[in-house]
């Protein structure tokens, strides 16, 4: 078992070094400022909504990830407008706003309508990101708003990773350690809820507060990652390293731990590679990252596809043989 | 055996949004008891279960566990859901599920500790699943899956066990195991409730009875209860030796 994961563990280093020795790594990129900046940043973002995101994606409710993700938009328009400004903080507010309103209309339509999840989810999405859309449309043909700078609005869609200062770096750090601390302070519940919700609340861990916290914590990064990637794709930086985790690991630990490695490996291997390719945007270059190295793992990790391949043809011939 | 009650339910109506599921229940089940729940398809003898441990919202009426509510003595309580309602792809071993049976012991924050551990290896030993303790769960087949849960409720220690349907699609050999160990249990003086469906066995392997069919049919001790009368009364189609609620 342990053996068999520090094989895992090499393997993606072997990804990654065959990936770095092929870009022959450009020290005057690494040691600058900016690139060490964007890094942090999206590192650890990517690091705990990697780690966090392995709780809905085994819960088997990645989609509404990407519904917040969505539905935030608005949110940041809104702040926007009343704030007249981009402060990081006031439109990070608004996102989580918005999308805990939207969160809250999915939970109350899933309760009292007979629609299925999917499509509470899609058109919960649409309308949400819709409005936002219209909004940011408006403010910008509105004289009202023709004094301050609009620009940065667009960033919060499809994510300007490349334009972050210090004061996102700390956002990001003032929310993902308190996330990351209430992961770890409530594993073993987030544990047994996961698996088996009637046995948890049969032993008093309550369903509602286990929802709120995952809501909480997943929110929050949503919330703080819309200006690094954007409302579009941010949902994958929950998504994409749990997949990967899932293909490797046979234990909720190590799922987690691997699903975090990787999310701060592609953040890092995507800022560098937008960093010496001009004109390649941040986010998606991480998420490109991400999303190879989960096809990757899908088809040779040991739970993926080709092992699956190779355990039947095994039990076919053993069966045959017989 | 003494006849002293130790799950009471009073009066427990329950309902899905408009359809009404059970009425006014009331339901005394005999301290150390091995105490079977029939009914037909769509009686209600999940949504019995999950009512009186607080799992699902009551319309109306209470249960008492040794004369107390669910929350003061849960620990004491060990339920087992059906298996179908499990996250069975869920990254985890066999060892590691029976640990979440110390759970409730522990309290928040807190982690499992070594002799947490041992009690979770023992009872893996209890119901002969030790050599799978470090299988991934979803390569049990549904007999180790089930004493999977078992050894779960065994590390848990508790003095009732709520079991629902921990006989159905299991191998013959896993039945056995389980009701050894209910048995086993009966000895030491516990109690357990457990949804069957097959008539075949019933009066072999438990000696108190409750007919449900959203309203209770009848209950009491196994050799008055289990006449063709009250199967009928409660629609198992009076095919005796019928496995009708599957």
Redesign the interface.
């Known amino acids: 078992?342990y053996l068999f994961n520090l094989f895992t563990a090499s393997k993606i280093i072997d990804i990654g070094s065959f990936q770095l020795a092929f870009l022959s790594l450009d020290m005057d990129i690494l040691s600058s400022y900016v690139f060490m900046v964007v890094c942090a940043g999206t590192m650890i973002l990517a690091a705990a909504a990697g780690a966090i995101g392995t709780i809905s994606v085994?819960?088997?409710q990645s989609l509404i990830g990407d519904a917040i993700g969505h539905s935030a938009y608005p949110g940041v328009v809104i702040a926007f407008m009343i704030g007249m400004a981009l402060d990081p903080l006031k439109l990070f507010i608004g996102a989580i706003i918005s999308g805990a309103i939207a969160f809250a209309l999915i939970q109350l339509i899933s309760r009292h309508s007979k629609l299925n999840l999917d499509a509470t989810l899609a058109i919960i999405l649409s309308s949400f990101f819709g409005l936002g859309m219209v909004l940011k449309s408006y403010i910008q043909g509105h004289e009202a708003f023709a004094h301050v700078s609009q620009g940065g609005l667009k960033n919060y869609i499809f994510g300007q990773a490349a334009y972050i200062k210090n004061a996102d770096v700390y956002l990001i750090l003032a929310v993902a350690i308190p996330s990351i601390l209430i992961f770890i302070?409530?594993y073993?519940?987030f544990?047994?809820f996961?698996?088996?919700?009637?046995?948890a609340?049969?032993?008093?861990i309550k369903s509602n507060f286990m929802y709120a916290l995952m809501l909480v914590i997943t929110m929050g990064l949503i919330a703080t990652g819309l200006k690094v990637v954007g409302a579009i794709l941010i949902s994958s930086f929950l998504i994409v390293p749990a997949i990967t985790a899932?293909q490797w690991?046979?234990?909720?630990n190590?799922?987690i731990l691997i699903a975090s490695l990787t999310g701060m490996f592609s953040a890092f291997l995507g800022t560098y590679i937008s960093s010496i390719y001009p004109g390649m945007s941040t986010g998606p270059s991480i998420i490109l990252v991400m999303s190879l190295i989960a096809f990757l793992s899908m088809l040779i990790g040991p739970r993926g596809i080709l092992a699956k391949y190779f355990r039947r043809r095994k039990f076919i011939n053993d069966k045959s043989n017989v | 055996m003494s006849n002293k009650t130790i799950i009471e339910v009073e009066d427990l109506t329950m309902a899905y949004s408009d359809q009404p599921v059970l009425w006014d229940n009331d339901v005394s089940i005999v301290e150390n008891s091995k105490t079977a729940i029939i009914g037909p398809n769509g009686a209600g003898k999940s949504t019995f279960l999950k009512g009186i441990l607080g799992l699902l919202p009551t319309l109306s009426g209470s249960a008492h566990f040794m004369g107390k509510a669910y929350k003061e003595v849960q620990a004491e309580i060990a339920y087992i859901p059906q298996s179908s309602e499990v996250n069975w792809d869920f990254p985890t071993t066999a060892l590691d599920v029976v640990l979440m049976g110390r759970y409730v012991h522990l309290g928040w924050i807190k982690r499992p500790s070594q002799k947490d551990k041992k009690i979770a290896e023992q009872a893996l030993a209890q119901i002969g699943m030790s050599e799978f303790k470090n299988r991934q769960i979803s390569q049990l087949s549904g007999g180790q899956k089930q004493r999977v849960f078992i050894a779960r409720a065994i590390a848990q220690d508790a003095n009732i066990y709520i079991m629902d349907e921990p006989l159905a699609g299991v191998d013959k050999n896993t039945e056995s195991i389980i009701m050894d160990f209910l048995n086993e249990s009966q000895k030491q003086g516990k109690t357990s409730v457990v949804v069957h469906h097959d008539l075949n066995t019933l009066a072999e392997y438990f000696d108190h009875l409750v007919i449900i069919n959203k309203r209770i049919v009848a209950q009491g001790k196994m050799t008055k209860v289990l006449t063709q009368e009250n199967l009928e009364n409660a629609n198992m189609n009076g095919d005796y030796g019928l496995d009708v609620s599957v």
């Open positions: 078992m085994l819960k088997g302070i409530f073993k519940e544990k047994v996961i698996f088996d919700e009637t046995y609340k049969s032993i008093g899932m690991a046979q234990q909720f190590r799922v």
